[in-house]
């Protein structure tokens, strides 16, 4: 059995011929079409899917307006944790430490990568490449990519 319909098949994103061809680009919204499936980024605001849709139907929730926060939006990415850090406060390492809490509760929600901004690195009609840098913060203490 071959790949299924729109499966990407081929090098990696990042990779080969298709992502040499790709613009750089900082944008506020990227659109992206393959398939039936039309997708809006909005990579200012964590990286937030603010529409998915398949032969023109939402998928994800449709916003009534064009989003103002990544919760506005279907989607966002919840890095380095998903969910929340109780009361703001974990152990690691022998050391205990404390992230801020959110306004409306105790907990740390998400992460931190959804309220930042991401970099569009590549995109083209078919695909996009967003990549977040976070150095080390009170939000979370250790940097990723």
């Avoid at 990227?30 to 980024?41: D, K, P, T």
């Avoid at 919840?78 to 809490?101: E, K, Q, S």
């Avoid at 967003?130 to 979370?140: G, I, N, P, S, V």
Wanted: positive net charge; charged residues 20%.
């Amino acid at each position: 059995m071959g790949p299924r319909r729109g499966a990407r098949t081929g090098p990696p994103l990042g990779d080969g011929p298709m992502a040499a061809g790709m613009n750089k680009v900082d944008a506020a919204r990227l659109s992206l079409a393959a398939y039936g499936w039309e997708m809006r980024l909005v990579p200012a605001l964590g990286g937030a899917i603010e529409y998915l849709g398949h032969d023109g139907k939402a998928v994800l929730r449709e916003p009534s307006r064009p989003i103002r926060t990544a919760r506005d939006g279907g989607c966002f990415a919840m890095v380095p944790y998903a969910n929340r850090v109780a009361n703001g406060r974990f152990a690691h390492d022998g050391r205990d430490w404390l992230l801020p809490p959110e306004p409306d509760q105790p907990h740390s929600m998400h992460g931190a990568g959804w309220k930042a901004a991401w970099h569009c690195t590549a995109h083209d009609k078919t695909h996009a490449i967003l990549e977040y840098r976070h150095a080390a913060t009170a939000r979370w203490p250790w940097p990723f990519l």
